[in-house]
């Protein structure tokens, strides 16, 4: 998923595609909130855990 290609594609296309542009945005960001969460939970160093 590559946000800047969806939304350029969107704001283009005549159809539904602006409508659903919200998904392209905010699933790799959550992703990578997720994924950050669980380094710091299970990989970071002793020190900076939770």
Known sequence: MNPARSTGVALFAETAALGQLWAFWVAPLVGAVIGA?????????SDERF
């Open 37 to 45: 969460l669980i380094w710091r939970a299970l990989l970071a160093p």
